[in-house]
């Protein structure tokens, strides 16, 4: 499993989903009545595709090895001799039929672009949207103006 950060270095602690198996007083028609006991065995550990909440500022965590990659990139840009173009999480949002993605999502839609991109295309809108259709799926709905 990986390790998740906070965006905003908060060093606080997340809120993530993990399935446990409780006993329960219920009705006699099986509905939830109260918890006799709150974690008799963990069924399933949070993992990778949860969504990671700091529980301090509420930004939605992101995996230590994408900051990682982020300061690669800025400790090796030289504006002297190089030029670099930024893609945001906003920009895949603003897709057609993905602006329902967490942020993370989107994050991974970048990293995938950025990971897989062809050097003589370089990353465009249509590459970004290849890349959030092979993660995510075709296109749901319309949802870019004009769309």
């Known amino acids: 499993m990986s390790k998740f950060v906070c965006p905003n270095a908060c060093g606080a602690t997340f809120v993530t989903t993990a399935h446990v198996m409780q006993d329960w007083e219920v009705t006699a028609d099986?509905?939830?009545?109260?918890?006799?006991?709150?974690?008799?065995?963990?069924?399933?550990?949070?993992n990778d595709g949860n969504i990671w909440t700091c529980k301090k500022c509420g930004a939605e965590a992101i995996i230590s090895t994408q900051i990682q990659e982020r300061i690669d990139d800025r400790e090796r840009y030289d504006p002297k001799t190089q030029i670099m173009v930024i893609w945001d999480i906003h920009d895949v949002k603003g897709l057609s039929g993905y602006g329902g993605?967490?942020?993370k999502q989107a994050m991974d839609v970048l990293m995938s672009a950025k990971r897989c991109h062809d050097a003589s295309v370089g990353i465009n809108w249509d590459t970004l949207e290849a890349a959030a259709e092979m993660l995510y799926g075709k296109l749901r709905y319309k949802d870019r103006k004009g769309a």
Do not use: A, N, R, W
């Open 30 to 46: 099986g509905d939830y009545v109260s918890t006799i006991q709150d974690c008799l065995e963990v069924t399933h550990k949070p």
């Open 101 to 103: 993605l967490t942020d």
